[in-house]
């Protein structure tokens, strides 16, 4: 069974940073795309960063430059590092994998999703 634990989220001020982790477990970990989506009261949940299972990364528009997804395959997490956060970033952030080594931005595609941490910027 695999399993997804999120953690690292808070409430942070405007231009501040946090680093968000995921330990999975259940599975051979580093076969496998990992990808971070977030989703607000009254919004889908969208797409956010992912990584492959050769550590090709792929971004939103609205975080690129800003964001960084990381993997360390040892210890079967999933990182997301987030600078310069702005008020519109406030969300629950969301773990995810997929059975594919390739990641997809759409949240249908995505197989197994951790509980979610919330992220909330301040102005």
């Known amino acids: 069974q695999v399993q997804l634990v999120e953690s690292g989220g808070g409430l942070v001020q405007a231009g501040d940073s946090l680093r968000l982790s995921c330990a999975a477990s259940?599975?051979?970990?580093?076969?496998?795309?990992m990808g971070w989506f977030r989703q607000s009261p009254g919004k889908e949940r969208e797409f956010v960063a992912a990584?492959?299972?050769?550590?090709?990364?792929n971004y939103a528009d609205s975080v690129k430059g800003r964001f960084t997804i990381s993997r360390d395959n040892a210890k079967n997490t999933v990182y997301l590092q987030m600078n310069s956060l702005r008020p519109e970033d406030t969300a629950v952030y969301y773990c995810?994998?997929?059975?594919?080594?390739?990641?997809?931005?759409?949240?249908?595609?995505?197989?197994?999703w951790g509980q979610g941490t919330q992220v909330t910027v301040s102005a």
């Open positions: 259940g599975r051979t970990f580093s076969n496998y795309a």
């Open positions: 990584i492959t299972a050769t550590s090709m990364r």
């Open positions: 995810t994998t997929r059975a594919s080594i390739f990641y997809e931005t759409g949240a249908t595609r995505w197989d197994y």
